[in-house]
C-alpha cells in the first residue's frame, strides 16, 4: 500500500462549488504539505501543518483552507470553486529529525478540473 | 522570498548520451537543494539532494553540483536511459526550520532510443 494516498484522484466540479481533498499517509511523519502544479510553474506551496495544532499560510493559499485532522490526515477545501484552480494538487509529508526536516514524499496528486 | 529558475523546459538526448539541467536561486540563505523526478501519473520523488556544505554528490548515474557562490546546482545524467524519460525538478530551501520547498518550472526530458 501507497505511504501518502489522496483521493479523489480524479475531479470534475463547476464554479461556486465547495470541494474536499483528502490526504492520509502511513509514514508516521508529523509535517504535512499541500501543492499545486500548474503547467510551466512548477509546484507551488499552499498550507503546511507541523502538526494537529500547527496551520501555516504557503505561497498560493488565498481560496483555500485546510484542516489537520489527525497526524495522518491532511485536507484541503476549496470553498467556492474557480476556474483558474483547475490543476493538479499533491500532498507530501516529511519528519523532523534532529531539528532537520528530512525528505519530503509526495502523494499521486488530484487532478482538479473546475468548469 | 526565493525564487528559482530552471532550464531548460525541456530536453531530448539519445540513449547512452549525458542529460544537464541547471537551477539558479536567489536567496544566499538557501542550503538544502533537492531534486525529483515525476513519472507520467505519479508524485514527484526525491532522486538525490544535496546541502551546502558539499559541492557536488553522486549516486550512479546521477550526480549534482553546487556552486554557492554564484547561486546555481545543476543535475547531471550519464549514460542515459529510457526509463530516465521524466519530468524533473529541482528545488532549494532551509535545511532547517519550515523548509519551505521553492521549485523550479520543470524540465521535461526525453530518451531517444
Known amino acids: 500500500d501507497a505511504d501518502v494516498t489522496q483521493t479523489p484522484r480524479n475531479r470534475i466540479t463547476k464554479t461556486g462549488k465547495r470541494i474536499m481533498l483528502e490526504c492520509s499517509q502511513t509514514?508516521?511523519?508529523?509535517?504535512m504539505y499541500w501543492y499545486r502544479q500548474d503547467p510551466g510553474l512548477g509546484l507551488r506551496l499552499i498550507y503546511y501543518?507541523?502538526?494537529?495544532?500547527?496551520?501555516n499560510k504557503g505561497e498560493i493559499s488565498d481560496g483555500y483552507s485546510v484542516s489537520r485532522q489527525a497526524q495522518a490526515k491532511f485536507s484541503l477545501s476549496l470553498e467556492s470553486a474557480i476556474p483558474n484552480q483547475t490543476a493538479l494538487y499533491f500532498c507530501?509529508?516529511?519528519?523532523?529529525?534532529?531539528?532537520?526536516?528530512?525528505?519530503?514524499?509526495f502523494g499521486p496528486g488530484t487532478r482538479l478540473t473546475v468548469l | 522570498g526565493e525564487n528559482v529558475e530552471q532550464h531548460p523546459s525541456t530536453l531530448s538526448v539519445q540513449e547512452g548520451d549525458s542529460a544537464v539541467i541547471k537551477c539558479t536561486y536567489s536567496?544566499?540563505?538557501?542550503?538544502?537543494f533537492p531534486w525529483y523526478k515525476q513519472e507520467l501519473g505519479k508524485g514527484p520523488q526525491l532522486i538525490i539532494d544535496?546541502?551546502?556544505?558539499?559541492g557536488e554528490k553522486k549516486d550512479q548515474r546521477i550526480a549534482v553540483t553546487l556552486n554557492k557562490t554564484a547561486k546555481h546546482f545543476s543535475l547531471h545524467i550519464t549514460e542515459t536511459q529510457p526509463e530516465d524519460s521524466a519530468v524533473y525538478f529541482c528545488?532549494?530551501?532551509?535545511?532547517?526550520?519550515?523548509?519551505?520547498?521553492?521549485f523550479g518550472q520543470g524540465t521535461r526530458l526525453t530518451i531517444n532510443p
Open positions: 507530501a509529508t516529511s519528519d523532523l529529525a534532529g531539528g532537520i526536516t528530512d525528505t519530503q514524499y
Open positions: 509514514k508516521g511523519h508529523d509535517r
Open positions: 501543518s507541523f502538526d494537529v495544532k500547527d496551520i
Open positions: 536567496d544566499s540563505a538557501s542550503n538544502y
Open positions: 544535496i546541502r551546502s556544505n558539499v
Open positions: 528545488a532549494a530551501s532551509r535545511v532547517q526550520g519550515a523548509q519551505k520547498l521553492v
